[in-house]
């Protein structure tokens, strides 16, 4: 039996959705290596989940789901405003705990409020309750946060009558964070990208572009955005208006979970598969971690694919929740009948799962076979 031998030997590398600095000593290249995961709207099936909502009229509250079903463990962002000169309070149909960063009863009233290690599993619709009149939300599903206590690195609430919104200089203190901002006001638009100053680029994904909210006159609009940051930094966050005009305004900064020094960048633990002709579910590790190395090998004639999965569970292989990437393992009479990663540090921020079946989609349900089998190393 023939074997395909691939390998990435990495110094500094991002591998999805992380960092890997690596400081080489006289005696060992792989000292130290620090794992610093970024933080990421989730996905799935290829759809961000990202959740908003416009009152269409005067109410109490307003309602939206997450285009899919939410993560266990993961984390919900959301940012709330309402006309009224009162709190705006997020619940969801999961009862997960929201906590307030920051608020305001001043009008258009205001909140930033957060959950972590959500319940998940379902596709979670989030409810502001407002005092009355208009209302609007951008809620945001995210991976690589802690998943407990305080997930905020930096935040801010600014309100006024201004052309213009500057919020108060703020610094982010990790890598890999990830900061949004939204703005409500009674008339007119946002007329230019939010900038955060030199050398970080704005709020280049835009969320909600100026949509129309009804219900109450000290809310008429509101514009949502958000940005990756790779660095550190210390910026000052700016919204342009097409006019002078009397808004509420809230910016935060996500962190990632605290970095993770690794031993010289090996491998702790073994996870070993042999496939039954199953999709082979199968939950390396509950927690966050990092993969070191996968050797696949195929004894049979046919290819079949490993599915990898950032979950906390073993994943359902009919969902593409959790979804990474998929890794073929060829036949023994195609291509050499295996495959080897080594010397890779790809971080999990949630925990590590996969699939073995018969196809490469990702949320293909097909049995693979007895024949093939798959060892992962990691941390």
């Known amino acids: 039996m023939k074997r395909l031998i691939v390998l990435f030997a990495f110094c500094a590398a991002a591998v999805f959705g992380q960092t890997v600095q690596c400081t080489p000593t006289p005696t060992s290249p792989w000292s130290g290596c620090t794992v610093i995961p970024t933080v990421q709207i989730a996905k799935v099936g290829g759809t961000a989940q990202v959740n908003t909502k416009a009152s269409s009229g005067s109410g109490t509250t307003i309602t939206n789901a997450f285009p899919g079903s939410t993560t266990k463990g993961n984390s919900i962002l959301c940012l709330g405003l309402e006309s009224a000169a009162a709190i705006p309070v997020v619940t969801d149909a999961q009862s997960n705990a929201y906590v307030v960063a920051k608020s305001s009863a001043t009008a258009p009233g205001y909140t930033i409020s957060m959950a972590t290690n959500i ?74 990208t939010p900038t955060l100053g030199a050398p970080v680029s704005g709020l280049v994904t835009v969320d909600s572009s100026n949509v129309s909210v009804t219900g109450g006159s000290a809310l008429a609009v509101a514009y949502a955005a958000h940005t990756s940051l790779t660095d550190t930094a210390a910026f000052q966050p700016t919204i342009s208006l097409s006019a002078s005009e009397t808004f509420s305004a809230v910016f935060v900064s996500i962190q990632p979970p605290a970095s993770v020094t690794d031993t010289n960048g090996s491998p702790t633990n073994t996870s070993y598969t042999a496939a039954g002709a199953s999709t082979n579910a199968t939950l390396v590790k509950a927690e966050p971690g990092v993969i070191r190395s996968i050797t696949a090998t195929n004894t049979t004639s046919t290819n079949y694919y490993l599915r990898l999965y950032n979950l906390a569970a073993a994943p359902t292989c009919s969902s593409a929740t959790g979804f990474v990437e ?44 007895v024949g093939v089998f798959v060892t992962i190393r990691f941390n």
Not at 148 to 174: C, E, K, N, Y
Not at 329 to 336: R, S, V
Not at 340 to 349: A, P
């Open 326 to 369: 998929t890794i073929p393992i060829f036949g023994a009479a195609a291509n050499g009948g295996g495959i080897q990663i080594s010397s890779i540090s790809s971080s999990y921020s949630t925990g590590i799962g996969f699939c073995i079946t018969g196809g490469a989609g990702s949320t293909d349900n097909t049995n693979a076979a």
């Open 119 to 192: 319940v998940g599993g379902t596709t979670d619709t989030i409810t502001l309750t407002v005092t009355s009149g208009a209302a609007y939300f951008a809620c945001y599903e995210l991976q690589g946060t802690p998943v407990i206590g305080q997930i905020w690195d930096a935040f801010d609430g600014q309100q006024g009558t201004a052309a213009s919104v500057t919020f108060t200089p703020l610094s982010t203190r990790v890598p890999n964070e990830m900061t949004f901002a939204a703005v409500g006001f009674n008339a007119g638009t946002v007329n230019a």
